[in-house]
Nanobody, 126 residues
Framework: QVQLVESGGGLVQPGGSLRLSCAAS????????IGWFRQAPGKEREGVSC????????YWSDSVKGRFTISRDNAKNTVYLQMNSLKPEDTAVYYC???????????????????WGQGTQVTVSS
């Protein structure tokens, strides 16, 4: 069964850190481009960061650049999102997604992703 499972969300104070994990089962993450997305209440889902399949290049949205880092551990079939210097506006449900594409992940539209996790809540509040 193909599945993506996120974990690591929670409540953190502004300025704090969290590391989200996205574990895959039923397929090999290394064969896919991976994206992290988030959706806050009343807002559209937005791309946060992604890593391409072909060359492993990573990209970030302007809102998280310099604070978030995406990494891939193919041996564990897991992708991580390290989030530092968290702000209240980072509060959202975070999703990971996978698409079997060799294109640069920054060019892949959200609707093209094949598999999605169930999401993990991140709340940044004092």
């Amino acid at each position: 069964q193909v599945q993506l499972v996120e974990s690591g969300g929670g409540l953190v104070q502004p300025g704090g850190s969290l590391r989200l994990s996205c574990a895959a089962s039923g397929f090999t993450l290394g064969d896919y481009a991976i994206g992290w997305f988030r959706q806050a209440p009343g807002k559209e889902r937005e791309g946060v960061s992604c890593v391409s399949r072909s060359d492993g290049r990573t990209y970030w949205s302007d809102s998280v650049k310099g604070r978030f880092t995406i990494s891939r551990d193919n041996a564990k079939n897991t992708v991580y999102l390290q989030m530092n210097s968290l702000k209240p506006e980072d509060t959202a449900v975070y999703y990971c997604a996978a698409v079997r594409s060799g294109l640069s992940c920054i060019t892949i539209p959200t609707m093209a992703y094949d598999y999605w996790g169930q999401g993990t809540q991140v709340t940044v509040s004092s």
